[in-house]
């Protein structure tokens, strides 16, 4: 799955990674949401490759208030 943050929209709420530690984290440097190092392509913060069997990353994203996690197959 291909994982898409609208980092500039996040509120720091930290449902994303509360919900899905193993892909989601707080970024140190500003509080939002980033994916972990393990799973970001290309250095960018914003965009990673999930697991397929990595089921709490869309129920991060539906449960995500600003609907800015975005995950295509």
């Given at each position: 799955m291909k994982v898409t943050?609208?980092?500039?929209e996040c509120i720091s709420c930290g449902t994303c990674w509360e919900h899905c530690p193993e892909f989601f984290?707080?970024?140190l440097d500003d509080g939002m949401s980033q994916v972990?190092?393990?799973?970001?392509?290309?250095?960018?913060?914003a965009t990673g490759d999930a697991p397929d069997d990595l089921d709490c990353v869309r129920t991060a994203a539906d449960l995500c208030?600003?609907?800015i996690i975005h995950v295509q197959d």
């Amino acid at each position: 799955m291909k994982v898409t943050i609208d980092r500039d929209e996040c509120i720091s709420c930290g449902t994303c990674w509360e919900h899905c530690p193993e892909f989601f984290e707080e970024g140190l440097d500003d509080g939002m949401s980033q994916v972990v190092e393990a799973y970001c392509t290309g250095g960018d913060w914003a965009t990673g490759d999930a697991p397929d069997d990595l089921d709490c990353v869309r129920t991060a994203a539906d449960l995500c208030p600003v609907e800015i996690i975005h995950v295509q197959d």
